[in-house]
């Protein structure tokens, strides 16, 4: 699925892991997860949406626009 980044929002990328819940998966079960994997965060009117972009730095990243990651995770490592 490819969800549509709007142009005329900002938008703030962030690098995270997440979890597929599945019982038999290694990586959840042991804590580690999958990815990282780069996702986009914007508010639209009240709501926060957010869209899946994949393991690619996208283009348009700039530090500054780089929110830091959830409380307690610290900084993660961009290895290209
Ligand atoms: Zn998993």
Do not use: F
Request: glycine share 12%.
């Amino acid at each position: 699925m490819v969800t549509a980044l709007p142009a005329d929002r900002h938008i703030t990328y962030q690098l995270q892991r997440r979890t597929c819940g599945k019982a038999s998966c290694r990586p959840c079960q042991n804590g580690q997860g999958h990815g990282p994997y780069w996702y986009a965060y914007w508010r639209e009117g009240s709501r926060l949406r957010s869209g899946y972009i994949g393991k690619t730095r996208p283009a348009s990243v700039h530090s500054a626009d780089t929110a830091s990651g959830p409380v307690g995770a610290g900084p993660l490592a961009v290895s290209v």
